[in-house]
């Protein structure tokens, strides 16, 4: 059984698509900070965003692309009212 993947980015920059252990190594930290992030939308050390990548969209109306926009952005106002203000 193959593990679910998440797709790791550096700020902006898309490092790859890769499993829970694998983006926990190349970070540095923990696959549950891994899981973490992804599902709350938190950046990991300031810098890494984690998006679920086996999320598919579920209507044929829309753009695979435009899923994993929505997703991206979803997550980034999840972190923006997390911030202390």
């Known amino acids: 059984m193959r ?3 998440y797709e790791i980015y550096d700020g902006e920059k898309l ?3 890769l499993s ?4 926990a190594k190349i970070i540095g930290t923990t696959i549950k900070c891994v899981y973490t992030a992804a599902s709350g939308g938190y ?3 300031r810098r890494y965003s984690i998006v679920p990548a086996d999320d598919e969209c579920m209507t044929k ?3 695979q692309e435009l899923c994993r926009e929505w997703d991206k952005t979803r997550l980034e106002i999840l972190h923006k009212g997390r911030e202390k203000i």
Do not use: E
């Not at 829970?20 to 983006?23: K, S, V, Y």
């Open 61 to 63: 109306s829309i753009t």
């Open 43 to 45: 950046r990991l050390k």
């Open 20 to 23: 829970a252990d694998a983006a």
């Open 3 to 5: 593990g679910r993947m």
């Open 15 to 17: 490092i790859g698509k």
